[in-house]
Every structure is written in structure tokens, then in C-alpha cells.
């Protein structure tokens, strides 16, 4: 497949710390280790990912959502011959830097900072984590994770150009990253889509006919299985239907990601990182369907009167906890308090905000606002 892209182990830029080898385990693997002993890899798994869980406790959260990537893109590593390790930490690591309250709680915090000329960027937060928020260890601050692992959690949604965010500085704007790092960013549309539209399922909001009349290649599928299946019940007509369709996606970004190594005729590693795009892509058709299953996941799910409430509510909370604390510094924990005499305080009310979970927001919260207020009320 594609082994002469592999990025091995041994090519590591290393870690911003030196430490010695481990007897048995190669530095990506510490990196993935590092990333599941974290407290933010804890604390995602009381982060909301769609649907908050007080409708069901089958709804996947930020860690089950982390766990469906890390499996996915394992998948895609084995097949395409790239290195396992580090897409796997990649995998893990790539969304520990998310604020309580999906989607949501970024737009606000990023709507908060906006008012200080600065803004809020979980994959920016998350290089933070890692590289100083993290204290585990007594010779260094942080993870101290690999150059490559760093790297990938900086570029995991988009790359950037020379000079554009100075924290991106050194990690080498204008160079794609690795291409097991380019898979993280499909290997999780692949993996929100299919499963928004099982949680959505679960919540009543929509039903196998409904995808099958809105998604061409998802129609097919279903019509296949209850040909095949007339007997079975709706939900296993759905799960069926889901797990083909997990399947084409995979296949189709797995072939699409050959057909663009082969077409920009890179042979090497280095070669991959200085095209001018990025060669982790779906075939068309695949791009299509992922294009379409987010339009109707928007229109059905997301956008939905039965999200709207909670959503609003939750920024509106966001909102009045940063401005009561940016008023009363002196409430922060005593180390965020003493960061504020030397860092400005919008940024440390957010880093703070952005580490909670959802729980833990709505506690303190109440503590230092009063009752929030349930959403629908």
C-alpha cells in the first residue's frame, strides 16, 4: 500500500525534554500511554460530544467518541502500512482540548475571547495541555510527547502558513504533517457522522427511511438489507445499515488516500509533507455521501428544536461564568488567581473554563452564580 510513507519511529524529532529509550516500548507508544494516563483524557469522558446524557446513558460522549476514532484510524493505518503507534496517539489525543458542552461551549468561549482581540481553538488548547497544563512528571512540565505527536495535534484540522499563529511557529508551518496524521481528521467525520445518526436514532429524531430518502448510498444499502432481512426488527434493520455504511466510508477513504499518493507521484515521506495539499482524501463518491450525511445530520439533528434549547442555554452559562469570573478573579482557584498578576485574565478564565467537565461547570457555576436554570424551563 503506501509503507514508503510510513513515518517510522526512529525519524522522531524527539521530545522537547531528552529522556531515555524504554526498554520495550518505542516513543510513540509512551506517547499513546502518556495521552490515556492524562486527567484530560479522563475528563472527556463527562464531556458532552451531541446529545447531553441525561436522555439516556447510551449516548457516546467525548471519550467513546475518541475510542470509535482511535479504531477507525488503527484500521486505516494497518491497511495503508503507515505507523500504528503514532496514528493511534494522534487518535487519542485529538480531542482533549474541547471545552464542556460540544460545539457549543467552543463557539462561546471563542465568541468570549473575540472580545479581547483573541480567540479560542481546541486543537491550540490542546497543544497547551499537553505541553505545560499536564503535571505528571517531576523532570518536566507537561506530556512531553514527540515533536510528530505535538505536531499533529497543532494540524489536526487544517494546516497553517509561515508566520500566521505565532505558537504554531515551531512546528513547521507550511509543511503537511504526517500522513498518519492526515487521517486523523477523516478517520473522525467518518466516525461523528455514523455515530450521530445511531444516537439520533436512539433519540427518535430520525428513522432508517428518513437517511435512506436523504443519502443515495445509504438508500441502496437499505433497501438491500430488507430484502435480505425482511424479518428483522427496525433497529436491526438500522444497525445493519450503519455498520455497511461505517464500511464504505472506511474503503472509500482508504482507496481515495491511494489513488492521491499515486497521482502526486510522492515517494517518500518528505515528499508527502511538502505537496501542496493534503493526500488523506475520500474518493469522490465517498466525499459526496460524507458531504450529504452532514447536510441531513445539520438539518435533522443539530439544528433540531430538541438540541436548540440546551445549546442555547449552555453558551448563555459559558458566557455569564466567564464575565463573573473575569469580574472576581480573586474566586479562581488559587493558581489561576496568581496567574492572572502575569498573564491576561480572559486567558486564564478560559483556559480554566475549558478544562471543565460538564458537571463540574454547572457546579461551579452554582456556586458562584446561582441554580442554572434546566434547559426547556
Excluded at 270 to 282: G, M, S, V
Excluded at 336 to 341: A, C, G, V
Amino acid at each position: 500500500m503506501l509503507a514508503r510513507l510510513r513515518f517510522r519511529v526512529e525519524r522522531s524529532r524527539g521530545r522537547s525534554y531528552p529522556e531515555p529509550d524504554h526498554p520495550y516500548r518505542n516513543a510513540f507508544q509512551r506517547d499513546r500511554d502518556r495521552v490515556i494516563h492524562s486527567r484530560a483524557f479522563r475528563r472527556l469522558e463527562a464531556k458532552t460530544q451531541v446529545f447531553a446524557p441525561g436522555l439516556s446513558d447510551h449516548f457516546r460522549n467525548r471519550l467513546t467518541h475518541t475510542i470509535e476514532v482511535a479504531q477507525i484510524a488503527r484500521t486505516l493505518a494497518n491497511v495503508l502500512e503507515l505507523d500504528e503507534d503514532l496514528t493511534e496517539a494522534l487518535a487519542l489525543a485529538h480531542d482533549i482540548g474541547h471545552p464542556p458542552f460540544a460545539h457549543a461551549g467552543e463557539e462561546e468561549l471563542n465568541r468570549q475571547m473575540e472580545r479581547f482581540g483573541d480567540r479560542f481553538e481546541h486543537n491550540l488548547h490542546a497543544l497547551r495541555i499537553v505541553e505545560s497544563f499536564e503535571q505528571r512528571y517531576a523532570r518536566f512540565p507537561g506530556l512531553n510527547l514527540t515533536f510528530e505527536v505535538r505536531e499533529g495535534i497543532v494540524k489536526h484540522s487544517r494546516d497553517f502558513g509561515p508566520a500566521e499563529r505565532p505558537e504554531v511557529e515551531p512546528y513547521l508551518p507550511g509543511l503537511r504533517p504526517p500522513l498518519e496524521a492526515q487521517l486523523i481528521d477523516l478517520a473522525d467525520e467518518v466516525a461523528y457522522n455514523t455515530a450521530d445518526l445511531d444516537d439520533a436514532f436512539s433519540a427518535g429524531m430520525l428513522s432508517a427511511p428518513d437517511v435512506a430518502e436523504c443519502v443515495p448510498l445509504y438508500r441502496a444499502i437499505h433497501e438491500s438489507i430488507e430484502t435480505r432481512f425482511p424479518a428483522a426488527t427496525g433497529r436491526e434493520h438500522f444497525n445493519e445499515g450503519l455498520r455497511q455504511l461505517i464500511d464504505a466510508l472506511v474503503s472509500g477513504l482508504i482507496e481515495g488516500t491511494v489513488s492521491q499518493a499515486r497521482e502526486a507521484s510522492v515517494g517518500n515521506v518528505d515528499e508527502a509533507r511538502a505537496f501542496p495539499r493534503r493526500l488523506a482524501a475520500f474518493t469522490p463518491e465517498t466525499a459526496e455521501t460524507s458531504r450529504i450525511l452532514k447536510r441531513f445530520l445539520y438539518a435533522k439533528v443539530y439544528a433540531s428544536e430538541a438540541l436548540a434549547d440546551h445549546r442555547n442555554r449552555s453558551m448563555a452559562m459559558i458566557a455569564e461564568l466567564f464575565q463573573f469570573f473575569l469580574d472576581y478573579p480573586d474566586r479562581l482557584p488559587q493558581g489561576y488567581w496568581e496567574q492572572t498578576l502575569a498573564e491576561p485574565a480572559h486567558r486564564v478564565v478560559c483556559d480554566y473554563i475549558a478544562g471543565m467537565t460538564d458537571g463540574f461547570f454547572r457546579r461551579t457555576y452554582e456556586q458562584a452564580i446561582g441554580p442554572a436554570i434546566p434547559p426547556g424551563s
